[in-house]
């Protein structure tokens, strides 16, 4: 066999249906062997980063690993934005680049870069392919690592002489690497002393992050926030590990989390953390985070524990079995559900007053669209079945607000990196890896535009997204803090250009529709979620609505500004 | 948290990458590097690394649980957590040595147990091997009469085996 048809059917043998990619030189063997595989579709993105984010997007709506392909110095490093969003967020992705010859290699040859080298920090591991016989092995090793322990992307580069260099394909069915044996089982200890500062506390909180996503542990979760009567908190990454309209969940914390998540996390006696990695979005000032509280923290990254805050009881495991574990005592020590229930009465009659002191609330209005109004109104038209991409800033934190994630894998976003530009391709993915759902984009008027030439992508699939433009004419984050912290001086955020989004729509061949008052709402949201094919909805919003509650950046998280 | 000095002995893949990923997650993460030393093991698909860094007690767990992170990373030991280890540096030293003083940078020599290793008209070249502490001396001593140029290997260090039986 071929290098190249050894990756191809290594990638069969991976189950891989779908790969974004973009042909060159240096991948064009390869792209030969997939013209004679129909069985793994192939989508021709429009730039290098749409495949990453695409590739991302679908990984992250389906659990699957995601596949990207792309040619060599360019097209590779057209990637790495993508690359290190899903580094961020711990996301499994392959990616499989181009190279010169192996001889040719540290020659600055003709579209020759060190990508290994220029990933290095933002992959979970890449390899440089030396010799053809290695592919399967090194195939195997890549889609291993990516889905395996703390997910995350790899990268695979291949040199052109080993495309096409011949050898015997041998698969290998198992893969042990001495080097790399990620801990699944949690310490029974460490687990039995969680209870047990479970049972003696009196003021708990949960603090939900992607992880419990990731190792899809929701169900566990739930079940044992129901039985101990636990309030509920989800980082950005967290939301939809636990539903966002139980009336257990408090909802988002961190900066632009709720004023009642922030409330009980501060004063808390007792965190339990599953699958979070105290960032410093939603810690705020460390010193001043949680200052009663002792934490639990469950995560299959070593490195998260005692990263960021203290931490009394470290599990290091899978959150699905950790939670398992501690289910399982739960039942054994049995005791009964009243009793838990008397345990925090006290607080729950707390957490209930700063609800009603502070709820997640805005200023309706009858000349301007507030945001918040129109994702509301998005959540009640889809039942909150849709999946939601979005893009970074406001539009974000919006959706992250208003849009009650119940379910996992339904918010598609990027936490971490917090990358403009992300949410349109990722859209991308998730619609190739969920054909029959409704997949939407909530963009802002900014970062449409930074991806913008995949709306041809999405209609040469025929794919039928629904892009929602919270269209402020501002960069409306960035301006945001210039007004609460830079005295209004409005440096480099107001586009005094801004393409007609619904013409831009239909020279793509796609839907445009437009929203300027409140009333125009709704029908024009009916009108787009009605739509077959992709659709691009231009709502121009209040320009300077702002995200609150906020916290600013390095203040205790207990220092919101309010509406 | 109280600074202090670690020496960790690290197994890693004898891959191309290994140890740019290595020097890649001090520098990228901030971490201090004081010395590093990398050679083959017994097993030639493993490399031998001794890395002595400098932090707190979570800085140092930290640098630990990431090396251990690393796909290509086989084994850390904090050696200096172990109750018993050898620690071992070697130096080159070329000192002056003009007519006056090339006695007694042998007798010192002598008293340290170094090796001349090069002779010249104007200098000599030293060999010492100890444990840090010693290099410092020797180094310190020879100062006065004149270093032309010194090159340190980087300290290695092993766990000692229990003499109990
Ligand atoms: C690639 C990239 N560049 C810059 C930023 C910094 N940034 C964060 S939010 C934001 C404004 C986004 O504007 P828009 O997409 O219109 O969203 P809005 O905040 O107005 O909803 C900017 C520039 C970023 N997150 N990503
Ligand atoms: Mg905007």
Same mark, same amino acid.
């Given at each position: 066999?071929?290098?190249?048809?050894?990756? !191809?059917?290594?990638? @069969?043998?991976?189950?891989?249906?779908?790969?974004?990619?973009?042909?060159?030189?240096?991948?064009?063997?390869?792209?030969?062997?997939?013209?004679?595989?129909?069985?793994? $579709?192939?989508?021709?993105?429009?730039?290098?980063?749409? +495949?990453?984010?695409?590739?991302?997007?679908?990984?992250?709506?389906?659990?699957?690993?995601?596949?990207?392909?792309?040619?060599?110095?360019?097209?590779?490093?057209?990637?790495?934005?993508?690359?290190?969003?899903?580094?961020?967020? %711990?996301?499994?992705?392959?990616?499989?680049?181009?190279?010169?010859?192996?001889?040719?290699?540290? &020659?600055?040859?003709?579209?020759? !870069?060190?990508?290994?080298?220029?990933?290095?920090?933002?992959?979970?591991? &890449?390899?440089?392919?030396?010799?053809?016989?290695?592919?399967?092995?090194?195939?195997? +090793?890549?889609?291993?690592?990516?889905?395996?322990?703390?997910?995350?992307?790899?990268?695979?580069?291949?040199? @052109?002489?080993?495309?096409?260099? @011949?050898?015997?394909?041998?698969?290998?069915?198992?893969?042990?690497?001495?080097?790399?044996?990620? !801990?699944?089982?949690?310490?029974?200890?460490?687990?039995?002393?969680?209870?047990?500062?479970?049972?003696? /506390?009196?003021?708990?909180?949960?603090?939900?992050?992607?992880?419990?996503? +990731? %190792?899809?542990?929701?169900?566990?979760?739930?079940?044992?926030?129901?039985?101990?009567?636990?309030?509920?908190?989800?980082?950005?990454?967290?939301?939809?590990?636990?539903?966002?309209?139980?009336?257990?969940?408090?909802?988002?914390?961190?900066?632009?989390?709720?004023?009642?998540?922030?409330?009980?996390?501060? &004063? /808390?006696?007792?965190?339990?953390?599953?699958?979070?990695?105290?960032?410093?979005?939603?810690?705020?000032?460390?010193?001043?985070?949680?200052?009663?509280?002792?934490?639990?923290?469950?995560?299959?990254?070593? #490195?998260?524990?005692? $990263?960021?805050?203290?931490?009394?009881?470290?599990?290091?495991?899978?959150? $699905?079995?950790?939670?398992?574990?501690?289910?399982?005592?739960?039942?054994?020590?049995?005791?009964?559900?009243?009793?838990?229930?008397?345990?925090?009465?006290?607080?729950?009659?707390?957490?209930?007053?700063?609800?009603?002191?502070?709820?997640?609330?805005?200023?309706?209005? #009858?000349?301007?669209?507030?945001?918040?109004?129109?994702?509301?109104?998005?959540?009640?038209?889809?039942?909150?079945?849709?999946?939601?991409?979005?893009?970074?800033?406001?539009?974000?934190?919006?959706?992250?607000?208003?849009?009650?994630?119940?379910?996992?894998?339904?918010?598609?976003?990027?936490?971490?990196?917090?990358?403009?530009?992300?949410?349109?391709?990722?859209?991308?993915?998730?619609?190739?890896?969920?054909?029959?759902?409704?997949?939407?984009?909530?963009?802002?008027?900014?970062?449409?535009?930074?991806?913008?030439?995949?709306?041809?992508?999405?209609?040469?699939?025929?794919?039928?997204?629904?892009?929602?433009?919270? &269209?402020?004419?501002?960069?409306?984050?960035?301006?945001?803090?210039?007004?609460?912290?830079?005295?209004?001086?409005?440096?480099?955020?107001?586009?005094?250009?801004?393409?007609?989004?619904?013409?831009? +729509?239909?020279?793509?061949?796609?839907?445009?529709?437009?929203?300027?008052?409140?009333?125009?709402?709704?029908?024009?949201?009916?009108?787009?979620?009605?739509?077959?094919?992709?659709?691009?909805?231009?709502?121009?919003?209040?320009?300077?609505?702002?995200?609150?509650?906020?916290?600013?950046?390095?203040?205790? #998280?207990?220092?919101?500004?309010?509406? | 948290?109280?600074?202090?000095?670690?020496?960790?002995?690290?197994?890693?893949?004898? *891959?191309?990458?290994?140890?740019?990923?290595?020097?890649?997650?001090?520098?990228?993460?901030?971490?201090?590097?004081?010395?590093?030393?990398?050679?083959?093991?017994?097993?030639? *698909?493993?490399?031998?690394?001794?890395?002595?860094?400098?932090?707190?007690?979570?800085?140092?767990?930290?640098?630990?649980?990431?090396?251990?992170?690393?796909?290509?990373?086989?084994?850390?030991?904090?050696? *200096?957590?172990?109750?018993?280890?050898?620690?071992?540096?070697?130096?080159?030293?070329?000192?002056?040595?003009?007519?006056?003083?090339?006695?007694?940078?042998?007798?010192?020599?002598?008293?340290?147990?170094?090796?001349?290793?090069?002779?010249?008209?104007?200098?000599?070249?030293? =060999?010492?091997?100890?444990?840090?502490?010693?290099?410092?001396?020797?180094? =310190?001593?020879?100062?006065?009469?004149?270093?032309?140029?010194?090159?340190?290997?980087?300290?290695?260090?092993?766990?000692?085996?229990?003499?109990?039986?």
């Amino acid at each position: 066999m071929t290098g190249a048809q050894m990756i !191809v059917e290594a990638l @069969k043998r991976e189950g891989v249906e779908v790969i974004f990619g973009y042909p060159g030189g240096a991948v064009i063997d390869i792209y030969d062997e997939l013209y004679k595989t129909p069985e793994i $579709k192939h989508v021709l993105v429009r730039h290098e980063q749409g +495949a990453a984010h695409a590739a991302d997007g679908y990984a992250r709506s389906t659990g699957k690993v995601g596949v990207c392909l792309v040619t060599s110095g360019p097209g590779a490093t057209n990637t790495v934005t993508g690359i290190a969003t899903a580094y961020m967020d %711990s996301i499994p992705v392959v990616i499989l680049t181009g190279q010169v010859p192996t001889k040719l290699i540290g &020659n600055d040859a003709f579209q020759e !870069v060190d990508i290994t080298g220029i990933t290095r920090p933002c992959t979970k591991h &890449n390899f440089l392919v030396k010799r053809t016989e290695d592919l399967p092995w090194v195939l195997k +090793a890549a889609f291993h690592i990516a889905r395996t322990g703390r997910p995350g992307p790899v990268l695979v580069d291949l040199p @052109k002489d080993v495309q096409q260099g @011949k050898a015997e394909f041998h698969w290998p069915e198992e893969i042990r690497l001495r080097s790399y044996q990620p !801990v699944y089982d949690p310490h029974p200890r460490q687990v039995e002393r969680a209870y047990r500062l479970l049972e003696s /506390s009196t003021r708990p909180v949960v603090l939900v992050g992607g992880g419990v996503i +990731a %190792s899809g542990a929701h169900e566990e979760l739930l079940e044992l926030a129901e039985r101990l009567h636990l309030p509920v908190t989800m980082t950005l990454m967290g939301l939809g590990g636990f539903p966002g309209t139980h009336p257990q969940s408090l909802g988002m914390l961190g900066m632009h989390g709720t004023y009642y998540a922030n409330m009980a996390v501060a &004063n /808390s006696d007792l965190i339990l953390a599953v699958g979070a990695r105290f960032d410093d979005r939603v810690t705020g000032k460390v010193d001043a985070f949680a200052p009663m509280a002792k934490i639990i923290h469950i995560d299959i990254d070593p #490195t998260s524990i005692q $990263k960021n805050v203290r931490v009394d009881v470290p599990i290091v495991g899978d959150c $699905k079995r950790a939670l398992e574990k501690l289910l399982q005592i739960v039942k054994e020590v049995g005791r009964p559900e009243k009793i838990w229930r008397e345990q925090f009465k006290d607080w729950w009659e707390q957490i209930e007053i700063w609800k009603k002191r502070y709820p997640l609330t805005y200023k309706q209005d #009858t000349e301007y669209i507030k945001p918040q109004f129109v994702i509301e109104k998005l959540y009640e038209l889809t039942r909150g079945e849709a999946i939601v991409a979005t893009e970074v800033g406001q539009n974000q934190m919006w959706t992250a607000q208003y849009y009650k994630f119940d379910r996992p894998r339904t918010l598609i976003t990027s936490g971490g990196l917090g990358t403009m530009g992300f949410g349109f391709p990722a859209a991308i993915g998730a619609q190739m890896g969920n054909p029959g759902k409704l997949v939407i984009d909530v963009a802002g008027d900014g970062s449409i535009q930074m991806n913008i030439q995949e709306m041809a992508t999405a209609m040469e699939q025929g794919l039928p997204i629904k892009v929602i433009i919270l &269209n402020n004419g501002y960069l409306g984050m960035v301006r945001q803090w210039q007004e609460l912290f830079y005295e209004r001086r409005y440096s480099a955020v107001k586009f005094q250009v801004l393409p007609d989004f619904v013409k831009l +729509a239909e020279a793509y061949g796609a839907l445009g529709l437009r929203a300027t008052r409140p009333e125009e709402v709704e029908p024009v949201l009916k009108q787009a979620l009605e739509s077959d094919r992709l659709t691009l909805v231009d709502i121009h919003i209040a320009p300077e609505e702002g995200v609150f509650p906020m916290v600013p950046a390095g203040r205790a #998280t207990t220092e919101m500004i309010l509406v | 948290m109280a600074e202090k000095k670690h020496t960790l002995s690290v197994l890693v893949e004898n *891959t191309p990458g290994a140890l740019a990923r290595i020097a890649g997650l001090f520098s990228g993460r901030g971490f201090n590097i004081d010395s590093l030393c990398v050679a083959e093991t017994l097993d030639p *698909t493993l490399s031998h690394l001794t890395l002595v860094t400098r932090g707190d007690e979570l800085i140092i767990e930290q640098i630990i649980k990431q090396l251990r992170r690393l796909i290509d990373v086989y084994k850390v030991v904090d050696v *200096t957590e172990e109750e018993e280890f050898v620690e071992r540096e070697m130096a080159l030293i070329k000192v002056r040595a003009e007519k006056e003083t090339r006695a007694e940078v042998l007798r010192m020599c002598d008293i340290f147990r170094c090796k001349v290793v090069d002779v010249s008209p104007r200098t000599y070249t030293i =060999e010492v091997t100890g444990p840090q502490s010693k290099l410092q001396a020797v180094i =310190e001593l020879l100062k006065p009469i004149g270093i032309k140029e010194i090159v340190r290997t980087g300290l290695i260090a092993m766990k000692r085996e229990k003499k109990s039986v």
